[in-house]
């Protein structure tokens, strides 16, 4: 069955660069969440999206910008990167319907040097 | 604020043991309850799902439990293996207030089956 898939795996930058992560949910599922997951912590909600709107907003920087597209993919973007955003970068799709749960794509390691 | 917690924060045993892992959340508005394994620096893998109206799930060895008016659930694995070390993630799906829809997690129960 398809899952959540999130590009790139693994991804190293320097402070103050720019980087975007994608994410392509599964087919049909129409919301979209981005979660952040410090080194030895649970995942925090960034923000989310259903059908193409965004529906949510968590602890967020400025810095960060996401959106939606056509094809339900979604692209989460970072600028002036800082060592504090190294982390794994979830993102997770569902129907909409919050009562189906979630599925989780296998995250993009971000590292900041 | 919807809170989760897990108990105990680590847990070695022997294989072959049966064990239970804890999760509590401070509010019962929920429509689901999630458990996650995660391996050391991969994904989230989906254990069970647990809808507000059901009390447990089974999956294999797996069984979870959910009492959601005194907000706890359990996650019993029985005849433990050294194949599941792993970080074990509850989560619930808020709803209501300002975190509908939204996924709150617990900090996670480490466990390690030694062979």
């Known amino acids: 069955a398809a899952g959540v898939i999130q590009s790139p795996r693994h991804l190293i930058k320097e402070k103050r660069e720019t980087a975007t992560l994608k994410c392509y949910p599964i087919?049909?599922?129409?919301?979209v969440y981005w979660y952040q997951q410090g080194p030895g912590q649970d995942p925090q909600f960034l923000i989310s999206?259903?059908?193409?709107?965004?529906?949510d907003k968590g602890s967020i920087p400025d810095r960060f910008s996401a959106q939606q597209f056509s094809d339900y993919h979604s692209e989460l973007n970072m600028s002036s990167l800082e060592l504090g955003d190294s982390a794994l970068y979830f993102c997770?799709?569902?129907?909409?319907?919050?009562?189906?749960?979630?599925?989780f794509g296998s995250g993009t390691r971000l590292t900041v040097v | 604020k919807q809170e989760v917690t897990q108990i105990p924060a680590a847990l070695s045993v022997p294989e072959g043991e049966n064990l239970v892992l804890n999760c509590s959340f401070t509010?019962?508005?929920?429509?689901?309850l999630q458990w996650f394994r995660q391996d050391p620096g991969k994904g989230l893998t989906s254990l069970l799902l647990?809808?507000?109206?059901?009390r447990e799930q089974t999956s294999g060895r797996l069984n979870a439990s959910l009492d959601k008016s005194s907000g706890r659930s359990t996650l019993y694995i029985a005849a433990s293996q050294p194949g599941d070390s792993a970080t074990y993630l509850c989560a619930v799906v808020n709803a209501g207030g300002t975190s509908y829809g939204k996924l709150t997690f617990g900090q996670g129960t480490i466990l390690t089956v030694h062979p």
């Open positions: 999206f259903y059908e193409k709107m965004q529906s």
């Open positions: 647990i809808q507000s109206s059901q």
């Open positions: 087919p049909r599922h129409d919301t």
């Open positions: 997770a799709s569902s129907t909409g319907t919050p009562g189906y749960g979630y599925t």
């Open positions: 509010d019962s508005a929920i429509y689901n």
